[in-house]
């Protein structure tokens, strides 16, 4: 079942007198439950093309739907409401709140859609759990590693129980067996918890967990192509 649909879309901003072509004419389906990686190098629209999907940007010309809608018909106010109950976040930079515990941490967005304290303690509790970091979970960021970081993001990024997670570089500020690990959980997490992932990355040795690569170049789709689903062992390195 198609989940996001992108038809003919285009995205230029204006630079001084000139005009950025970011994307131009891009077209693909992400279905349910697909672990998806945008792929190319620095400048070809991965970032702008995630940012429509996210409904934090939109369209200059075309159309993004999520689930049937076209979001350029969204208010500001509805995109955010969408984004907060149904799409997660994973940032390159981790964007943790440094003052807050890895519990709090995780449980910020169900307090912000005002969820019932018990919900959160279960969910947060559950996520945390699964990302395997249950010993840290009173542990601040500055305590953390940058992988353990990473996974702290990836529970919060899951804790409202959103149907898809967009994962913007996750591994660029990680060495590579850390980056791996992260991509071990993200692949887990896409089959246990039945999310969609959609992640963008530039480096060639993460996609082996991908089981489609879509790859731009220029702002537009050069190549999309599906591989079996990765065999992992579960196993967290």
């Not at 994307?23 to 940012?51: A, M, Q, W």
């Not at 106010?77 to 515990?101: C, E, M, W, Y």
């Not at 919900?119 to 979970?137: M, N, P, Q, T």
């Not at 570089?169 to 590579?176: K, Q, V, Y």
Request: net charge negative.
């Amino acid at each position: 079942m198609a989940m996001v649909e992108l038809d003919a879309v285009h995205r230029e901003y204006p630079l001084g007198t000139t005009v950025v072509h970011a994307v131009r004419g891009v077209t693909f389906v992400i279905d349910t439950g697909e672990f998806v990686s945008i792929v190319g190098p620095s400048g070809c629209g991965k970032t702008t093309i995630l940012n429509m999907i996210g409904c934090i940007d939109k369209p200059t010309e075309g159309s993004v739907r999520f689930d049937g809608t076209d979001t350029r018909t969204l208010s500001d106010s509805a995109a955010a409401d969408l984004r907060l109950k149904h799409i997660g976040f994973v940032f390159q930079s981790f964007n943790l709140v440094p003052v807050l515990t890895v519990r709090e941490n995780v449980e910020l967005p169900m307090m912000l859609a005002h969820s019932r304290p018990a919900d959160r303690r279960r969910v947060r509790d559950h996520l945390i759990d699964a990302v395997g970091l249950s010993e840290f979970a009173s542990h601040k960021p500055g305590e953390l590693s940058g992988g353990q970081r990473q996974r702290v993001a990836i529970a919060r990024a899951l804790v409202n129980g959103p149907r898809l997670v967009i994962a913007d570089e996750p591994t660029a500020n990680l060495d590579s067996e850390t980056g791996n690990s992260v991509l071990d959980v993200m692949r887990r997490l896409n089959r246990e918890e039945d999310v969609t992932f959609v992640f963008s990355t530039h480096d060639p040795e993460i996609l082996q967990y991908a089981s489609r690569i879509i790859r731009l170049r220029d702002g537009r789709v050069e190549e999309d192509s599906r591989a079996p689903a990765p065999q992992t062992d579960g196993v967290e390195r």
